[in-house]
């Protein structure tokens, strides 16, 4: 979690809030299912609060229309001259009687669930490229928004290893592939992918300099789609609007 904060003024005390950036919807869940609901969390911030002090925690992510409030007071502090632990606050949150819990856990099954009145729809993309400049340049460009009226989530991998420890525990829209990789292959996810019953449907786009060879190795693993590097990130974005509206692939 990432976290801003601002202060307010109010007539008896200051009220500070704490913005809590999340990367995407799962994060979130997962941090309510883990800590939110056990009625307090901790906070990662610099900023030198008092114990007992107000705070009021606004949890967010890019594509939450509406940010979610929760209010809450400092119970302890960690500052620097801590020996372990990362600074920040651990906070109680004070308005969990009388029903809010109740309605804060339905706010976030519909998060979890995607339901558009609460979360604005995106594409979330699983990006596996092991060289960081050309990994940086897809995934700034995926999330520019200047290809599509989409709004797209990239997630990044830089080997097969970890891309398909993502794949057990988050869930994802398309799949984008290098066919080179360190640790396990391309082929080899693509391959494992096929065989688990929960992504063998998943598009797959697969990428690479390595012309017909690379090619089709990437198309008998089951990939979708292949891409020649250097590729445009248009072509990446007409490819998954292609698999996602089910239109015929390679």
């Known amino acids: 979690m990432a976290e801003d904060d601002k202060r307010k003024s109010g007539q008896?005390?200051?009220?500070?809030?704490l913005v809590v950036e999340y990367e995407g919807p799962e994060e979130l869940c997962r941090d309510y299912t883990e800590n939110l609901s056990s009625g307090g969390t901790f906070v990662h911030t610099d900023r030198a609060l008092a114990v007992d002090e107000l705070v009021s925690l606004q949890l967010s992510f890019p594509r939450l229309l509406t940010p979610l409030k929760i209010s809450g007071v400092v119970r302890w502090v960690r500052t620097l001259g801590d020996s372990e632990g990362e600074v920040?606050?651990?906070?109680?949150?004070?308005?969990?009687?009388?029903?809010?819990?109740?309605?804060?856990?339905?706010?976030?099954?519909?998060?979890?669930?995607?339901?558009?009145?609460?979360?604005?729809?995106?594409?979330?993309?699983?990006?596996?490229?092991?060289?960081?400049?050309?990994?940086?340049?897809?995934?700034?460009?995926?999330?520019?928004?200047?290809?599509?009226?989409?709004?797209?989530?990239?997630?990044?991998?830089?080997?097969?290893?970890?891309?398909?420890?993502?794949?057990?525990?988050?869930?994802?829209?398309?799949?984008?592939?290098?066919?080179?990789?360190?640790?396990?292959?391309?082929?080899?996810?693509?391959?494992?992918?096929?065989?688990?019953?929960?992504?063998?449907?998943?598009?797959?786009?697969?990428?690479?300099?390595?012309?017909?060879?690379?090619?089709?190795?990437?198309?008998e693993a089951g990939a979708d789609f292949f891409l020649d590097k250097p590729m445009r990130l248009r072509e990446i974005f007409a490819t998954m609007h292609l698999l996602l509206d089910g239109q015929p692939t390679q």
């Open 88 to 219: 920040g606050v651990g906070i109680e949150f004070t308005d969990f009687a009388g029903g809010a819990r109740e309605e804060l856990e339905k706010v976030i099954e519909h998060i979890s669930a995607s339901d558009p009145d609460y979360v604005q729809p995106g594409i979330k993309v699983l990006l596996v490229e092991d060289n960081p400049h050309v990994a940086a340049l897809i995934r700034d460009g995926l999330r520019s928004g200047r290809y599509s009226d989409v709004d797209v989530e990239c997630v990044g991998a830089s080997d097969g290893r970890e891309a398909l420890r993502l794949l057990h525990t988050q869930n994802f829209d398309v799949l984008v592939i290098d066919v080179n990789l360190p640790v396990v292959d391309g082929p080899a996810v693509i391959t494992a992918l096929r065989e688990d019953d929960v992504h063998k449907t998943m598009p797959v786009i697969a990428v690479s300099a390595g012309g017909e060879v690379a090619r089709q190795e990437a198309m």
């Open 12 to 17: 008896d005390r200051q009220v500070l809030a």
